[in-house]
Nanobody, 123 residues
Framework: QVQLVESGGGLVQAGGSLRLSCAAS????????MGWFRQAPGKEREFVAT????????NYADSAKGRFTISRDNSKNTVALQMNSLKPEDTAVYYC????????????????WGQGTQVTVSS
């Protein structure tokens, strides 16, 4: 089992920044690829960013490229999502997720999920 707890969400004005954090416990964190996903009301959960086990490989949704940065610290069992230049369309519940071994952009391929943290961007 891997337990994930997100933090750092909140209300921010358009153009502002937020840093989301996800703390993991349970199994060996460095064995898991990590992802950030989000879900807006009435919409399906969607891929935002992923990072490989060692932190070298990252991948971003087109909507996040150039604005968001995913990072991880395997010594602290944490993964973060730095979000800059936020837009109202970024409003959603953000989830971190863990997947054994390789990364994937598909939510269905992640077994472990956090409870989510709300991000609201006002115009």
């Amino acid at each position: 089992q891997v337990q994930l707890v997100e933090s750092g969400g909140g209300l921010v004005q358009a153009g502002g920044s937020l840093r989301l954090s996800c703390a993991a416990s349970g199994r060996t964190f460095s064995n898991y690829a990590m992802g950030w996903f989000r879900q807006a009301p009435g919409k399906e959960r969607e891929f935002v960013a992923t990072i490989s086990r060692g932190g070298v490989g990252t991948n971003y949704a087109d909507s996040a490229k150039g604005r968001f940065t995913i990072s991880r610290d395997n010594s602290k069992n944490t993964v973060a999502l730095q979000m800059n230049s936020l837009k109202p369309e970024d409003t959603a519940v953000y989830y971190c997720a863990a997947r054994w071994d390789w990364v994937s952009t598909l939510p269905s391929e992640y077994k472990y999920w956090g409870q989510g943290t709300q991000v609201t961007v006002s115009s």
